[in-house]
């Protein structure tokens, strides 16, 4: 099968997202750059859990025709490609609904991001103004909002897209990004319970700092993706 070992990182990096409570189901994509003329995509309406390297679509990046992949590519391809058409540094992209950071997409307003976590993500998190999922507006309206350095971005009512130079890279920012998420509501919530406002709100900020994930990660994510068969 040709590009076998990228779908199979594919495969492999989705399982590692589903593993972290990122990807859900169907729900989130990715695109891998393989080489300088071609991406591999996660199908379309496919169960992670269930996916094969052989359901994973390898596309040219230039046009997006197919040229491997027994399965549609997800609707958000051109939400990717815009990424990574864009950004030649950017080796992979990844778009997930997790819960805390698609919660304060659901604010309407960027984040700036604490030192610690600058290296992955850059020193703000830009929102992308809401459009339909998998729309050439969405992605036009990402392309928009892209910056250098910039390797996260909340897209309004929707979820989130995080960028990297390799997978590792990309899956860092996205657990950055989740961490970032939960101490900015935290701290928003903490607020409303000083101010007298809305007390109750004291167990939804517990139940928030709970569900930060004590999981070491994969250490099978810190090497760089595997080279394409060409
Ligand atoms: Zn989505």
Redesign the pocket.
């Known amino acids: 099968m040709p590009f076998e070992s990228a779908c199979e990182h594919v495969v492999a990096l989705c399982l590692e997202l589903s593993r972290r409570g990122y990807f859900a189901g169907t ?3 990715l695109m891998l750059r393989i080489d300088a003329e071609h991406v591999a995509v996660t199908p379309s309406a496919t169960d992670y859990a269930e996916m094969r390297p052989a359901d994973v679509a390898v596309l040219r990046l230039r046009d997006l025709a197919r040229v491997a992949g027994e399965r549609p590519a997800s609707v ?1 391809t051109s939400l990717h490609a815009r990424v990574l058409r864009a950004r030649p540094e950017v080796g992979c992209s990844i ?1 997930t ?1 997790q819960p805390v950071a698609s919660a304060c997409a659901l604010l309407g307003r960027p984040l700036t991001v604490a030192p610690r976590w600058r290296a992955s993500l850059g020193d703000c998190v830009p929102l992308v103004g809401y459009a339909p ?1 998998g729309s050439a507006w969405l992605a036009a309206r990402l392309g928009a909002a892209l910056r250098p350095h910039l390797n996260a971005y909340l897209m309004r009512n ?2 989130i897209l995080c960028c990297g130079p390799d997978s590792a890279a990309a899956l860092q920012a996205v657990d950055d990004l989740e961490a970032l998420a939960r101490e900015h509501l935290a701290e928003r919530i903490a607020e409303q319970v000083r101010a007298g406002r809305q007390p109750q709100l004291q167990r939804v900020m517990d139940a928030l700092l709970a569900s930060a994930q004590p999981d070491t990660p994969d250490q099978a994510f810190a090497a760089p993706p595997p080279q394409a068969h060409v």
């Open positions: 729900g989130g994509n958000e778009h609904h999922s929707h979820g």
